[in-house]
């Protein structure tokens, strides 16, 4: 049932060899220097516009794609090479990520701060609320929030906007770090020098890109989805108050298929082009486990807030129904998973 | 549409007349006098055995369905005997199920707080976190909980458990009181002699049973039963933090739903007698809309306890979880009652 879920590579009827993975990572380390060079260009950190923003993304597209070809085609490619890239693209995309991460956090707990207080959010959100720490921005609305909201708002907003001030830091420092040069050089090298085996230009990529496929497929079957598709299971929130104050184990799986699906879809794009055509499918459970993901960081982000030294009683009771709001994202993230997956099932 | 959702009261080919009602009378107001020498025989209130408890179960049950009758078939009852009467059975009801009621509440928020720490719940509910106020219980086994959980629990234990108290002092005065005796009386009289009008006896009682079928469709037929269809819809909790602290308005139309079916199912007991043919349909309904009640009554009573002066900061971030878990549970009763609905609407 499981081999049904997904259509295979359909479109490569013949084989498929290294040389076109070759060429996809050769343009991914291109994007990675014209991403790279447009960063520099941006200009002085302190000037944030969109251009090193959308830079950094950039950065860490490329990152993760060749990271995941790196690991799914492990066999074709230098294995000394390889293995002592990998850990160091994993620590470049952690660490450009982070900042963005804290970023959309802190807006998607605002938001429903507001949407639990029964209010519209008056203009752009993140800018509302903020403390000035990073940027300047109009006057907090909290006419519509209880004096709870608007404080664990005001809590949030600081932790999260120190967090991510901190992590834009870190970034920048890596950027200029020789470390990050050493891995600059090697994506460079690769732009222009695969280091395929000897054997790799002429072997199928399929059986590879197949496996990531199967290892999707099998993490999959493993997960609750009969649970999750009962609507209002109440399974998320089920540690909700549990003495144990590390993230809920429950999610660790439901993580683990988001990276293999990524792992899938950048197999895919090897075989196809960076182009492949769109699988609407694959596009919607990953948006699912995006969101699942985000609702899982969020949640923790409020219990986290709630165990802030001397806060006011009316805070923690919003921080709570907060965490409470957001396992139960995470609980309709999973719903929405399984009647995205339950489709591909039917419908293939 | 609506005139579909519900069997029209079929199993009655012919007239139902008058007489069937005063029939239907006869036998509550001989219920209710059953019930009450009964609770008069169970002993004192300090020995609080299961007998007055049941007796008092049964006494709310023949009030309630005097009272509907009394209001469903109004134009066939004497109107200064029925107006007088419909009050008193209204105090009587009210106030003999607050003790019940505040019981079940804190029995539904100490699960809750269990389940909500992964714990599973030891022994009988109703039994653990107790103080000794109402009755002794065993070591209360707050092992699995937070600090926050169990003083949540604790808190909730002491506030209901004295409401629950007081509740019931005021239902055994109300039953020595002298408005209890002449409630008491004016039934004693009905389970003999029913105040019919003069045409009553002559009259069919099926146009007035579907009037009282109409008013429950009219008012399903306004509930946002499309939202509640769409799993995780999130509405439930949209003023979880408003600044309002009144009970959720949007719960109200469900409350008067629940309240019309129990109109129509009492209904259909006067025309079919007092065993009616089963309606699986009705009471499934039924079911969903007491959790609804129940869980937003719950809810209510969490972001009560959560405003008490003085609290420490960990026992409202547990209220304010409580709180959200049970305005879920809200919406869970809502979509089931959706689903339960829907059915009937497709398959009649």
């Not at 380390?29 to 520099?40: G, I, N, P, S």
């Not at 993760?64 to 470049?92: G, K, Q, V």
């Not at 605002?110 to 203009?123: D, E, I, K, N, Q």
């Not at 129904?321 to 339950?342: G, I, K, P, T």
């Amino acid at each position: 049932m499981a081999q049904q879920h997904l259509e295979p590579t359909d479109p490569l009827a013949g084989p498929v060899t290294g040389d076109a993975l070759a060429g996809y990572l050769r343009s991914q380390a291109t994007e990675f220097l014209r991403a790279l060079r447009q960063h520099r260009e941006g200009g002085a950190p302190a000037q944030a516009q969109e251009g090193p923003v959308d830079a950094a993304r950039a950065l860490r597209r490329s990152v993760r794609r060749i990271s995941a070809s790196l690991h799914t085609f492990r066999p074709l490619l230098d294995a000394d090479w390889s293995e002592s890239l990998r850990p160091e693209l994993a620590w470049l995309s952690g660490t450009l990520g982070m900042e963005h991460a804290y970023e959309s956090r802190l807006e998607r707990l605002l938001l429903a701060l507001h949407r639990l207080s029964g209010a519209v959010f008056p203009t752009q959100p993140t800018a509302v609320m903020t403390n000035g720490a990073a940027h300047p921005a109009p006057a907090p609305d909290r006419g519509n929030l209880t004096v709870g909201a608007a404080k664990a708002g005001a809590l949030l907003d600081r932790q999260l906007t120190l967090a991510r001030t901190r992590a834009h830091s870190t970034a920048l420092q890596a950027l200029g770090s020789s470390r990050f040069h050493a891995v600059a050089d090697h994506i460079a090298v690769l732009a222009s020098e695969v280091p395929l085996t000897r054997t790799a230009p002429a072997t199928d990529l399929r059986p590879l890109a197949t496996a990531a496929q199967e290892r999707l497929e099998d993490a999959v079957t493993a997960l609750p989805l009969v649970t999750a598709g009962h609507p209002y299971n109440a399974e998320a929130l089920i540690h909700g108050l549990s003495p144990d104050p590390s993230p809920h184990p429950q999610d660790a799986p439901w993580h683990q298929v988001r990276l293999l699906l990524r792992l899938h879809r950048y197999a895919r794009e090897a075989l196809t082009g960076a182009n492949p055509p769109v699988d609407g499918r694959i596009h919607t459970a990953g948006l699912c486990l995006d969101r699942h993901r985000d609702a899982s960081e969020a949640s923790a982000a409020a219990a986290s807030a709630a165990r802030t030294p001397r806060i006011a009683p009316a805070t923690a009771y919003a921080l709570g129904v907060l965490h409470a709001d957001q396992r139960h994202e995470v609980e309709a993230a999973r719903f929405s998973f399984q009647q995205c997956w339950q489709k591909q099932a039917v419908t293939t």
